[in-house]
């Protein structure tokens, strides 16, 4: 998949996507059709889906469907490229409706450079659901790609990993926004009695919203905001994650661990009952049979001639360890 993004992006900067429909057809659609949605089919694939069919003629320009018998499990709206940016407020109440009654599982905007991610079927006000932006302008490819995967694939939204994936990062902007709105209230209980210590003060108010926290956490996130030191903190799933955040969080989220596992690794995939197996030497996966790979999905690709999130085909065997993980969740612990 990665040939693709590049190309897209390619695409992008040399202007080639005029309309909202060179987006549709062209980016969104080869998009959807790497991640195994079958975009021939309208059952599973429905442009111009009509969210309300007896209220009003509203249609959303694509609705993803896991059967016919399921409701929708993704919306998309499509823009011109560069549209968000400049209606973004009046977009999102557009989204919302749309879930009104036939609420998707997520709602996706683009306008080709820019995708916001949304979990729709959370509470609260509409903008405060999204939890992933992707630039394809500014992020890596390889990020870009990985979270196409975890979120947008088939097999991972039928499997359930999309939404589960979902929920955790929701819940850590939601953290940030709690941490930065008990910090005024808490600035305030310290000068009262029973006078306690802003860590303290602020541990207390974001409990009691129900977030689990610990002081080193809150003490940088003090620091962070007394110090002014905004270019400290990073773009994150739609909002801000301090850096002591990220890191107290990384066996879930950003910091995964990355490609390759540990020399001499020992790899196995099963595809349509045939073993396939490989060791990473040199910081490459060497397949038998077949060649070396710099990744696990660029490997997945060439056996099963599709494109494929590798993180969940392949097991791994660490060296001084008897029992096999799946290399996803290898890179989480």
């Known amino acids: 998949m990665k ?27 080869r998009i959807l059709y790497e991640l195994e949605w079958n975009i021939w089919n309208p059952q599973e694939v429905n442009t111009e889906f009509t969210v309300v069919p007896h209220e009003d003629s509203t249609r959303v320009d694509i609705a993803l469907f896991l059967n016919k018998y399921a409701p929708p ?6 823009k011109s490229v560069r549209k968000i940016e400049q209606e973004l407020s009046k977009i999102e109440t557009q989204l919302r409706d749309y879930n009104r009654n036939n609420t998707s599982m997520f709602t996706l905007l683009t306008d080709g450079i820019e995708w916001r991610f949304y979990y729709s079927q959370t ?35 039928e499997s359930e990993n999309a939404k589960a994936e979902a929920e955790s990062y929701l819940k850590l902007s939601q953290k940030q926004r709690a941490l930065e709105d008990a910090l005024p209230k808490a600035k305030r209980l310290t000068h009262e009695p029973p006078y306690p210590s802003l ?33 400290t903190k990073k773009k994150f799933y739609g909002n801000t994650l301090t ?41 490459v996966l060497q397949v038998e049979g077949y060649s070396n790979y710099k990744s696990f999905s660029a490997a997945s690709k060439d056996i099963t001639n ?20 799946l290399a996803d969740e290898w890179r989480k612990l």
């Open 3 to 29: 040939v693709e993004l590049e190309d897209i992006r390619d695409k992008l900067v040399n202007g080639y996507y005029q309309n909202e429909e060179h987006v549709r057809l062209s980016l969104v659609s």
């Open 73 to 78: 499990s993704v919306f998309i709206e499509i």
């Open 123 to 157: 509470g609260g006000e509409f903008s405060n659901k999204c939890f992933k932006v992707l630039n394809f302008l500014n992020d890596e490819i390889e990020d870009i790609e990985s979270s196409f995967y975890t979120f947008l694939s088939k097999a991972e939204i």
């Open 199 to 231: 860590p303290d003060a602020i541990i207390n108010i974001v409990s009691a919203a129900g977030f689990n926290i610990d002081r080193s956490e809150v003490v940088s996130f003090i620091q962070q905001e007394s110090s002014g030191q905004k270019g």
């Open 243 to 283: 850096e002591s955040q990220t890191a107290a969080k990384n066996n879930t989220l950003a910091e995964k661990k990355s490609f390759p596992p540990p020399e001499n690794t020992r790899c196995r995939f099963t595809y349509k009952g045939q073993q396939f197996n490989g060791i990473i030497r040199n910081k």
């Open 306 to 325: 599709t494109s494929r999130n590798g993180w969940v085909d392949w097991e791994l065997s660490i060296p001084g360890q008897n029992e096999w993980i």
